[in-house]
């Protein structure tokens, strides 16, 4: 397909994984995952108070817009250069334009933020855990594009100093 192609994606690369094929893969997987994982609450464990029934909604539904503002700006802005592959694009320039200006991985953070944001919504420990696990690889993932960026674009040291790297303003 036209579009793997253009991403980056190779019959050589997801033999020796050259351009982070498999953490794509992973990244799919772990997606999925949290998608069916069921949802845990500790027996016995309940929330009496309608007042923090409702905090727990409008803190998930501040989460989730965060997320869905991120990953739509960063799609937006990313344009062209988007590739699902930590490896850049080797027609892409590095985007530190809209949201870029104050996150270095939008998606990624998008995708925590809503992770947690479900979460807080189900108050479940399972979604707990696996959205810890996906900061994790996400954390791991930008590590890695981030060895490729800096390679390809001698601005982008600068660049990692004054922004952030997943959460704005926090991380």
Known sequence: MKILTDWGF?????????????LV?????????????PVYQPPGFTIASTQLIY??????????LGALILIA??????GKNLTPLPYPREDGEL??????EIVRHPLYGGLILAAFGWTI???SLSHLIASAILLIFFDIKARREETWLSEKYPEYSEYRQRVKKLIPGIY
């Open 10 to 22: 190779t019959r050589e690369g997801w033999h020796n994984n050259s351009r982070g094929e498999y």
């Open 25 to 37: 893969l992973l990244q799919g997987l772990l997606l999925l995952g949290f998608a069916i994982l």
């Open 55 to 64: 905090l727990t909604w409008i803190l998930a539904s501040i989460l989730g």
């Open 73 to 78: 700006k960063g799609l937006i802005d990313l």
């Open 95 to 100: 985007i530190k334009t809209g949201i870029y």
């Open 121 to 123: 919504f189900q108050i």
